[in-house]
């Protein structure tokens, strides 16, 4: 749960942005709380920046309206809204060092210079750059660019910071490593964060809520824990992670639960809880299930719930986990099923005949 | 063996290119010859050293009527041009709007129009209304195909320049006056020094369009001009050419020290071609 | 607000800053050019104009020999012109980018110091380099590789071939190097990778893709020199007379504004349509032409 109150920071209602006959965004509904960590996911060209650019105030929604703090935004450039963004170029300044970066926009309210100093210095150790003042822009490496960036967002003390991409440019050692720290640093100062992003596994990490984008609008927003397990339709569940696709036909709804026909696996019950309120059981075709879901059952291990034959095709080894492709005996395509490579558990060839176990818990309905 | 043969063609290349830079050189030269040689002929064989022709040219009155006639001229079209230029650039770079292009194209047209069609539309339209040639003339028509070498400067600064920067200074407060005047100005600071010098320069040396559009003031090319018919007043036009030249390579030289500077300065590696191409 | 004229704020803008200088255009050479068309059409009544519309002048351009001689002399000679400065310029521009490594800028700078001294001057130094009892003739003397001086090398067609050649070689050797350094040098390997020898390599891959720059300098010699007077006059003899001299002398001594009017007009359809016809060949040989 998003932590800090619930209260709603950010408003957005209807927002529509149009150029010429193409949708950037088409008719966005969603309410952003104080304090959270929230992610927009989606590939490019899904409209997710266009919606951050609006938020900002650097463009205007064609039609609809954003509040920011109860305020309509309608009208307010983006140098009067209490927002502010670290860009994916971090957009640091060339011709000033390090502290006139971050001191840029305190210049414009009425503060001594002493009084600025302070301030930046006190943004500067918060993102682990104490000292580092004096430096030309063009002396800093890519992380230290997007700390600075980050601190003259924060040194403003606005109500949102806008993330776009932020590390993106990194490579992935440093990404990883910032990803923590920006997640720690959003936690222990509580500010809102909207963070644009196209890569699901740092959505995952760093947000506490999610809103998976495509096309101009948001598919899914949910927690990252519901997004992963519960994704709502096939193109968020692919999105997200990996997800095997299965057949499937509907036979039955009742008290217990919906009762569906799985080609390769057989017949299963899912509890009504597990069901999606929206989803017209009538019309469900596929079921999906997450790799770790499935598991390939030794001789002497612990009965599944619920197992099929099937063979291994092929086998990619990742060090601490396989992969395998398994063909299930009772046809479809393919599976893939991950496997924790532990102490006495040796790679399977290709070819190896096994059974692989799962539960009915584990099973998501698509239409 | 093709790695002999190859630097063999790079030699015959390197011959060609120092022997095209004395072609390229060959009247450069000979000008601070002539204008040092005690001689009234210019011609081979050289006399002797003199510095009288500089004294001759200090003591022309008519030289100095051109030169601030001149001077005049140069200065106001490097500041419109780079005014008009400036502002073109920037919205070339920074807008989308319909019409951009055949409006931008119509604008740099003088870049590739014969000078003397210039020079003789703009003279068409005024002896027809009856306005008197001036000063003013010339610099409208220098003006004119300034603008575009200004352009084709400053369009470099304006295509590098990163909108978020100013989006960020927007975004942290900012007016947009006070954007300009923080981020955006300084930043293409040095394109707007070497556009006035360059233009600056185009214009104290352009002759077809001052010889069609100046009254009774002449600029300098003018005056040289009505100078080299005759032979007397030549050695003291060399003396006059030695000392433009030695000033324009200063002016050149500064524009792109100005360049490379603020480059450097932003830690940017300065393009070799400079703004120019 | 939005939908007036369907435009948003940021064309708006756009439209604004560029408005004083499309304006200045407008003004300053839109309606001059206008002008001088419809003047092209009028006639010169010793003092006054007549305006009644007529193609008179246009007749008389056309069809007087000695106009049509000077248009043609002034293409042909133009013509000659690019063709040997961009030829010139070729090995020049193509040395910079492929064989120095170092001090490139230095280069460059050399290359357009001469540029910047005195056009005039430049061009009458020419003709003291040139003349009967010129540099080039006094040193050829001197060395005894000839007996008496040259003197098919000035008041004629080669010396403005020559001079006007000096004159435009930064606007050729520029574009050319500016195409060649956006090659990307992995192309190159690649050719020679595939089987090319150096010579194929240049004609199949380092040509095409300099083609943009080539065309470029085509064009931006061409225009201009065919509407040149001072190197004819200072360089040209009689016989190098172009059209540009004769626009000038309509404009001045003949006070034939009208007939001047019309020979601008007619040299710039002309070389308008050359141009095009360049460009359009490029285009067809090099591919994509900026």
């Given at each position: 749960?998003?932590?800090?109150?619930?209260?709603?920071?950010?408003?957005?209602?209807?927002?529509?942005?149009?150029?010429?006959?193409?949708?950037?965004?088409?008719?966005?509904?969603?309410?952003?709380?104080?304090?959270?960590?929230?992610?927009?996911?989606?590939?490019?060209?899904?409209?997710?920046?266009?919606?951050?650019?609006?938020?900002?105030?650097?463009?205007?929604?064609?039609?609809?309206?954003?509040?920011?703090?109860?305020?309509?935004?309608?009208?307010?450039?983006?140098?009067?809204?209490?927002?502010?963004?670290?860009?994916?170029?971090?957009?640091?300044?060339?011709?000033?060092?390090?502290?006139?970066?971050?001191?840029?926009?305190?210049?414009?309210?009425?503060?001594?210079?002493?009084?600025?100093?302070?301030?930046?210095?006190?943004?500067?150790?918060?993102?682990?750059?104490?000292?580092?003042?004096?430096?030309?822009?063009?002396?800093?490496?890519?992380?230290?660019?997007?700390?600075?960036?980050?601190?003259?967002?924060?040194?403003?003390?606005?109500?949102?910071?806008?993330?776009?991409?932020?590390?993106?440019?990194?490579?992935?050692?440093?990404?990883?490593?910032?990803?923590?720290?920006?997640?720690?640093?959003?936690?222990?100062?509580?500010?809102?964060?909207?963070?644009?992003?196209?890569?699901?596994?740092?959505?995952?990490?760093?947000?506490?809520?999610?809103?998976?984008?495509?096309?101009?609008?948001?598919?899914?927003?949910?927690?990252?824990?519901?997004?992963?397990?519960?994704?709502?339709?096939?193109?968020?569940?692919?999105?997200?992670?990996?997800?095997?696709?299965?057949?499937?036909?509907?036979?039955?709804?009742?008290?217990?639960?919906?009762?569906?026909?799985?080609?390769?696996?057989?017949?299963?019950?899912?509890?009504?809880?597990?069901?999606?309120?929206?989803?017209?059981?009538?019309?469900?075709?596929?079921?999906?299930?997450?790799?770790?879901?499935?598991?390939?059952?030794?001789?002497?291990?612990?009965?599944?719930?619920?197992?099929?034959?099937?063979?291994?095709?092929?086998?990619?080894?990742y060090g601490d986990m396989t992969y395998y492709t398994v063909q299930l005996a009772g046809g479809g395509d393919p599976v893939t099923i991950s496997m924790r490579n532990t102490a006495g558990r040796s790679v399977l060839p290709s070819g190896s005949p096994v059974t692989v176990g799962w539960g009915a818990e584990s099973v998501v309905l698509f239409e | 063996?093709?790695?002999?043969?190859?630097?063999?063609?790079?030699?015959?290349?390197?011959?060609?290119?120092?022997?095209?830079m004395v072609f390229l050189y060959a009247p450069v030269i000979l000008l601070p010859l002539f204008a040092f040689n005690d001689a009234t002929v210019v011609a081979f064989p050289l006399s002797h050293f003199t510095t009288k022709w500089f004294v001759v040219l200090w003591q022309t009155e008519a030289l100095h009527g051109a030169v601030r006639n001149s001077l005049m001229v140069a200065l106001s079209t490097a500041v419109f041009s780079t005014v008009l230029g400036a502002s073109a650039a920037r919205a070339a770079a920074r807008y989308r709007f319909p019409g951009k292009a055949p409006v931008m194209g119509f604008i740099m047209l003088p870049l590739v129009l014969p000078e003397i069609i210039v020079a003789v539309a703009l003279l068409v339209p005024i002896m027809q209304m009856g306005l008197s040639l001036s000063l003013w003339t010339v610099i409208a028509g220098h003006v004119l195909i300034c603008t575009p070498f200004s352009i084709a400067i400053l369009s470099s600064a304006f295509q590098g320049f990163d909108t978020s920067l100013e989006e960020a200074s927007l975004d942290l407060g900012e007016t947009r006056l006070g954007t300009f005047r923080r981020v955006i100005l300084p930043l293409v600071m040095p394109g707007i020094v070497s556009s006035l010098l360059i233009c600056f320069t185009i214009s104290l040396d352009e002759f077809i369009i001052a010889f069609f559009l100046t009254g009774t003031d002449v600029t300098l090319p003018v005056y040289i001009w009505s100078q080299l018919r005759f032979p007397t007043k030549l050695p003291s036009i060399m003396a006059l050419g030695t000392i433009l030249l030695a000033l324009s390579v200063v002016l050149l030289v500064l524009a792109e020290w100005f360049r490379r500077r603020a480059a450097r300065r932003q830690g940017i590696e300065a393009s070799v071609t400079g703004g120019l191409v | 607000m939005r939908m007036r004229l369907g435009l948003d704020r940021e064309a708006r803008r756009g439209l604004l800053l560029l408005s004083p200088t499309a304006g200045y255009a407008l003004l300053m050479l839109a309606a001059p050019l206008v002008m001088v068309v419809t003047?092209?059409?009028?006639?010169?009544?010793?003092?006054?104009?007549?305006?009644?519309?007529?193609?008179?002048?246009?007749?008389?351009?056309?069809?007087?020999?000695?106009?049509?001689?000077?248009?043609?002399?002034?293409?042909?000679?133009?013509?000659?012109?690019?063709?040997?400065?961009?030829?010139?310029?070729?090995?020049?521009?193509?040395?910079?980018?492929?064989?120095?490594?170092?001090?490139?800028?230095?280069?460059?700078?050399?290359?357009?110091?001469?540029?910047?001294?005195?056009?005039?001057?430049?061009?009458?130094?020419?003709?003291?380099?040139?003349?009967?009892?010129?540099?080039?003739?006094?040193?050829?003397?001197?060395?005894?590789?000839?007996?008496?001086p040259l003197t098919f090398i000035l008041y004629n067609a080669?010396?403005?071939?020559?001079?006007?050649?000096?004159?435009?070689?930064?606007?050729?050797?520029?574009?050319?190097?500016?195409?060649?350094?956006?090659?990307?040098?992995?192309?190159?390997?690649?050719?020679?990778?595939?089987?090319?020898?150096?010579?194929?390599?240049?004609?199949?891959?380092?040509?095409?893709?300099?083609?943009?720059?080539?065309?470029a300098a085509t064009l931006i010699v061409l225009i201009p020199t065919v509407g040149d007077f001072i190197t004819p006059r200072l360089v040209g003899g009689t016989e190098g007379l172009m059209i540009a001299n004769m626009i000038q002398v309509q404009f001045g001594k003949a006070n034939n504004a009208p007939l001047g009017a019309a020979l601008a007009v007619s040299s710039m359809v002309i070389v308008a349509a050359v141009s095009l016809v360049i460009y359009l060949a490029g285009k067809k040989l090099g591919g994509k032409v900026e």
């Open positions: 749960m998003a932590p800090g109150t619930n209260k709603g920071i950010i408003q957005l209602s209807d927002v529509t942005r149009t150029f010429g006959a193409f949708y950037a965004l088409r008719k966005i509904n969603a309410e952003i709380r104080e304090g959270e960590f929230f992610s927009l996911l989606g590939p490019s060209g899904c409209g997710k920046t266009t919606l951050l650019r609006l938020i900002a105030g650097f463009d205007e929604p064609t039609s609809g309206a954003i509040s920011i703090g109860g305020r309509p935004m309608a009208g307010i450039a983006a140098n009067k809204r209490p927002t502010n963004m670290v860009f994916q170029s971090y957009a640091i300044f060339p011709h000033l060092n390090v502290a006139e970066n971050v001191g840029y926009g305190l210049t414009t309210r009425k503060l001594s210079k002493a009084e600025i100093a302070a301030e930046v210095e006190k943004a500067l150790a918060m993102v682990d750059l104490q000292g580092f003042g004096g430096r030309a822009a063009h002396e800093l490496s890519g992380g230290q660019r997007q700390r600075v960036a980050l601190a003259r967002a924060l040194v403003m003390r606005p109500k949102v910071v806008l993330l776009d991409e932020p590390l993106s440019a990194l490579d992935k050692k440093l990404r990883d490593q910032m990803q923590v720290e920006l997640r720690a640093l959003q936690q222990s100062i509580g500010i809102t964060f909207i963070l644009v992003t196209h890569d699901q596994e740092e959505a995952l990490i760093m947000s506490d809520r999610i809103a998976v984008m495509f096309e101009g609008e948001i598919a899914q927003m949910a927690s990252p824990e519901q997004l992963y397990r519960r994704p709502r339709t096939k193109r968020v569940a692919s999105f997200i992670g990996v997800m095997n696709f299965l057949p499937a036909t509907f036979v039955a709804q009742g008290d217990d639960g919906v009762t569906v026909d799985i080609t390769a696996l057989g017949r299963v019950t899912i509890r009504p809880g597990m069901v999606p309120e929206v989803l017209n059981p009538a019309t469900i075709d596929t079921i999906g299930i997450r790799p770790e879901m499935l598991t390939i059952l030794s001789n002497d291990a612990e009965p599944a719930e619920r197992s099929a034959r099937g063979s291994v095709t092929g086998t990619s080894y | 063996m093709r790695g002999s043969g190859r630097r063999g063609a790079a030699k015959w290349l390197s011959v060609y290119a120092v022997t095209y | 003047f092209s059409f009028w006639t010169q009544d010793y003092l006054d104009i007549d305006t009644t519309l007529t193609l008179n002048n246009y007749r008389e351009a056309w069809s007087e020999p000695i106009y049509r001689v000077l248009m043609f002399r002034s293409l042909r000679i133009s013509l000659i012109v690019t063709l040997a400065t961009v030829l010139l310029a070729f090995p020049v521009a193509y040395f910079l980018s492929f064989h120095v490594t170092q001090r490139k800028a230095l280069w460059l700078f050399l290359i357009t110091v001469p540029f910047w001294t005195s056009y005039l001057i430049r061009v009458f130094l020419w003709k003291v380099i040139l003349g009967f009892n010129g540099v080039l003739n006094t040193a050829l003397l001197e060395v005894g590789f000839i007996e008496k080669n010396a403005v071939v020559l001079t006007l050649a000096h004159a435009w070689a930064p606007f050729a050797i520029l574009p050319i190097f500016v195409a060649l350094e956006k090659i990307d040098r992995s192309l190159l390997e690649a050719a020679e990778d595939l089987g090319d020898g150096p010579l194929r390599r240049f004609v199949r891959v380092t040509l095409p893709l300099a083609m943009p720059g080539v065309i």
